[in-house]
């Protein structure tokens, strides 16, 4: 009997009253949740891929600076002149005789 008594409307002056179902709302209310942390997750992620981006970028424009440096190092180090004086002074060495040098073919 109390099921009859339930599911009938209450109308006043026309209005119509009805239990709201709590299943349908809730169902809704937890979609609409799990949307919402799926979007904000989103967005977190994206972020953190941003700032690792911008890390590697700037990692990479270091690294850059680094071969530069390096490069003109290695060109300073390398020129004929320096070796020779290097040679002479450390080493001992010095600019060979005239028949100190002979020709293989």
């Given amino acids: 009997m109390s099921e009859v008594l ?3 409307p209450v109308r006043i002056n026309g209005f119509s009253l009805h239990r709201p ?3 349908p709302v809730l169902f809704a209310l937890i979609l ?3 949307l919402s942390l799926l979007f904000v997750w989103s967005r977190i992620h994206a972020i ?10 700037r990692e990479i424009r270091i690294q ?3 071969i530069k440096e390096l490069k003109l190092e290695t060109a300073f180090l390398s020129r004929d002149e320096r070796i020779e004086r290097l040679a002479r002074k450390h080493l001992g060495l010095r ?3 005239p028949g100190q040098i002979i020709r293989i073919d």
């Fill in 6 to 8: 339930s599911r009938v």
């Fill in 32 to 34: 609409v949740s799990l």
């Fill in 95 to 97: 600019t060979p005789a």
């Fill in 64 to 66: 850059q600076q680094q």
């Fill in 21 to 23: 179902r709590l299943a």
């Fill in 48 to 57: 953190n891929l941003e700032y690792g981006i911008s890390s590697m970028e």
